[in-house]
């Protein structure tokens, strides 16, 4: 992550495919541990769709997850 947008919200720029998958993988990875403890292996993400459009979608970070 390499900046914050003015309502401080993080914002990257030029992530490879692999670093977005494991970005992804570490966020679930942290929640899971932070919220559901031992024996939890199940993560559920909740997306903001605010703005959100075909032409600014990610397709290959959405097949991933």
């Known amino acids: 992550v390499t900046g914050v ?3 401080a919200l993080p914002i ?3 992530q490879s495919p692999k670093a ?11 929640v899971r541990c ?6 939890v292996e199940k993560v559920t993400m909740v997306f903001d769709m605010t ?3 075909l032409r600014n979608m990610d ?7």
């Open 5 to 7: 947008q003015t309502c």
């Open 12 to 14: 990257s720029f030029d």
């Open 20 to 30: 977005l998958e494991d970005y992804v993988i570490s966020q679930m990875e942290c």
């Open 34 to 39: 932070l919220f559901g403890g031992v024996g």
């Open 51 to 53: 703005g959100f459009g």
């Open 59 to 65: 397709w290959r970070c959405i097949l991933f997850m």
